[in-house]
Structures are given as C-alpha cells and as structure tokens.
C-alpha cells in the first residue's frame, strides 16, 4: 500500500505542483487527520488544492485542553500512528494557565495543579515512544505580572491573576512540566525562545533558566512569526551563547549582547558585531563554544520565506506585524537535517493557513485594513494567506 506521503505526491502532481525538498521531510510525521486535511473537506476550487497541497508536509499538532486522559488518549493515538509509520512527530502543548494574557488565544488550565495534571497525561499519551514537543509557546515571552530585568512591568497584567504570584507561577509550572516530559525516554522537549523580533537574548535566557531549561533539550523560535532565517539564526546562537556564558558564571544574563545592541535591528549587515561581542565574551573568560552541548534551537520556518513584513509609514497606529500580514511566504521545508550547528530542526509548528486573528491594526474593526477583509479567529482557516504562503513560498514550490 503506497505511504500517506506518496499519496500526497500524487496528488500535488495532479494540480501541476510539486515541492521542492519533500524527501528530506519523509522523516517527520505527516498527519493524515490534520487541521489542514479537516479544512481540505470544507472548501473548493483553489482554496481546496491549496490546502491539499499544504496537507502534504508535516506539521505539528496541537494539544490545547481537555482533561488528562482526554489528552492521553489524543496523544497516544497521534503518537502510536506516527511510531507505525516510522516517523517523528511534532506535538504542541498549548494549556498553560492565563494563555495567551486571556487575548486572541485565550484559554489554558484553570490553575497550576490542573496544568501539571493536564501534562502528566500528555506525557503518558507520548510514553516510550519517539516525539518532539515544542512546550507552550509565548510561555516565556507573555508572562502574567512580569518585570524585565531593568525591573520595568510588562504589558500582560490580566485582573484575574495574583500580581504578587503569577509570574513565579507561571515558571513554576514550566519547570515542572519540563521535568515530567524529560522523563520520557525518546522526547525531546523545547521550551519557548520567543524570536528575533522580541526578547533580547539576556531575557530569554533569564526566563528559560527559570524555567527549567536545564532539564529541556532546547529552545524554539518564530513561532507564529515571520522574522527570516537570516535573523533567526543568528539569534539561536545568541541565546544559546548568552545561556553558556551565564551558566558558566562568566557574566549575568543583562551583560549578553543582543539584536539591538551592539548591533541595529534594523540592519541585519550589522548583526556580525554581536557575533563579535560573544567571540570577546568567550575569550575573556577563557571558554571555548562548545554547540554540540549548549542548548540549541528549533525554528518555525513556516512562514518566514519573505521574512518579516514592513508595513507603510505612518499609515497605523498599531500595525500588528505579526498578525496576518500580506505576501509572506512558506519558509525553509520542514527538515530535522538544518546544516546549522545551533540549529535542531526547521519545523512548521504554526500551522500554514491557519489565521494569526482578526487583525484590526489600531482601528475599530471588524475588518482588516490592510487585506480589506474580516479575518477569521485565530486558528480558523485563512484561504487568502495560503494562497499567499504557496506563490511567495522561498525556496519556491517547483513544477513536477
């Protein structure tokens, strides 16, 4: 009987449409009851090849409520189809407490004791068996009643939580649930690193120690974002640079050099002088980099292949950049080869489609400014932006 895959291949082939590097992703999981596939059966014409074709390449699945052994169940099956294909899947665990900051994707367990409740069966569903799990992502970088390290509040602050406490527990619950998914035997867990376009490398790694990065295999990056491979690869080793460092005790986590300084964000040419301010770190303190065992990354490359989107000048007063933005394009193919020692995988853990919200950039709403459409919620299918993310698609899809 021909594999999932190969089926797939046909049929892109039917469309006149094939991808470029699908061989390399035959090692990762494709879901043949994915999100994309459910959405292949409610739509037509275009937007219907569009979602088949995306349906060919593995992403991950996310897990986002239910009670342990409702997440159990959904697990061990995801898991025991991909074991019996001979694949790896990519599973998102998406229920911490006060997700999202109660916004866009709100939702989550009721309390710290539920999540970890919630994560043990998690944890079971998966077993013995091989699997990636991508660990609540925006966890590290929305963090409830947070202060930066200069001390300065953060934006989250939901009236439903103890200021004085809902920070510390939201760590606390990471921590834990690291610690019970590192148990398992063949999983390799990741914990949020936010991305090149947010935290600062000494936030990210004062927050990942917090949360238990020491037990986790690494960090992902870019989820739901777009920032380009270019800029997201120099960040992974940053981060995991500016973790070596104040691991080792060689300087605190506000001393590592970052995205905005020495270097201009705005000027990926100039990220070469941040590269050079680790070399100096590690030279100083007589360390030597070492990323086959620093912590590494994962990055979403699933639609970063036109990189980050500009919006005009002046023309909103809060454009929201990362929420549905015009012309961008699939990224790199989904790969566990990345060719970059500070680099695990390139996974496409947010689903390509699937809609960021609806974007209002400043304005009333209900519509888009920008696309001069009503944007489906977050999670519901966006044909527009498939449609987008296939024909700007870098590298590009390649006539069969």
């Known amino acids: 009987m021909p594999d999932f895959l190969s089926i797939r291949c046909v049929a892109a082939a039917a469309i006149g449409l094939c991808l470029a590097g699908a061989a390399s992703a035959q090692s990762l999981y ?4 994915s999100s994309t596939v459910e959405a292949v059966d409610r739509l037509e014409g275009e937007a219907r090849r569009d979602a088949l074709l995306l349906s060919r390449f593995p992403s991950a699945t996310w897990f986002t409520a239910g009670t342990p052994e409702e997440v159990e169940r959904e697990v061990a099956r995801l898991v025991d189809a991909a074991h019996a294909a001979g694949q790896v899947p990519v599973l998102v665990a998406y229920n911490i407490p006060l997700r999202d900051c109660a916004l866009y994707s709100a939702g989550g367990a009721e309390g710290a004791d539920e999540y970890v409740a919630w994560i043990r069966g998690f944890a079971a569903g998966i077993g013995g068996r091989e699997a990636i799990v991508a660990l609540e992502p925006d966890a590290i970088g929305v963090v409830p009643w947070h202060r930066t390290l200069m001390g300065e509040p953060e934006a989250c602050r939901p009236d439903i939580a103890e200021p004085d406490e ?7 619950s990471l921590g834990a649930a690291v610690g019970i998914l590192a148990d398992l035997p063949r999983t390799r867990v990741y914990l949020d690193g936010t991305g090149s376009s947010w935290l600062a490398p000494g936030e990210t790694v004062d927050r990942l120690a917090r949360a238990n990065i020491a037990q986790a295999d690494g960090f992902f990056l870019n989820v739901s974002n777009f920032e380009s491979d270019a800029r997201v690869t120099h960040y992974a080793r940053w981060v995991s640079d500016c973790l070596a460092l104040v691991t080792a005790g060689a300087i ?4 590592c050099p970052s995205q905005y300084d020495p270097a201009d964000f705005a000027d990926v040419a100039t990220w070469g002088a941040t590269d050079a301010a680790y070399d100096a770190l590690f030279a100083a303190a007589g360390l030597a980099r070492d990323p086959a065992s620093q912590k590494r990354a994962i990055v979403d490359s699933s639609r970063n292949g036109t990189g980050s989107w500009s919006p005009p000048e002046g023309k909103y007063s809060d454009a929201e950049v990362w929420c549905n933005p015009p012309d961008r ?18 996974l496409w853990i947010k689903i390509p489609g699937e809609s960021d919200g609806e974007c209002y950039r400043g304005t009333a709403g209900p519509m ?3 696309r001069g459409v009503e944007a489906p919620r977050a999670g519901g299918w966006f044909a527009a932006q498939a449609r987008e993310l ?3 698609a870098e590298p590009p899809l390649t006539a069969d």
């Open 166 to 172: 809902a920070a510390a527990e939201r760590f606390s």
């Open 390 to 392: 296939i024909r700007y």
């Open 252 to 255: 605190g986590p506000r001393e």
């Open 368 to 370: 888009d400014p920008e």
């Open 30 to 33: 494709v879901n043949p009851d």
């Open 329 to 346: 394009g699939l990224g790199r193919r989904p790969t566990l080869d990345s060719g970059d020692p500070y680099v695990d995988a390139f």
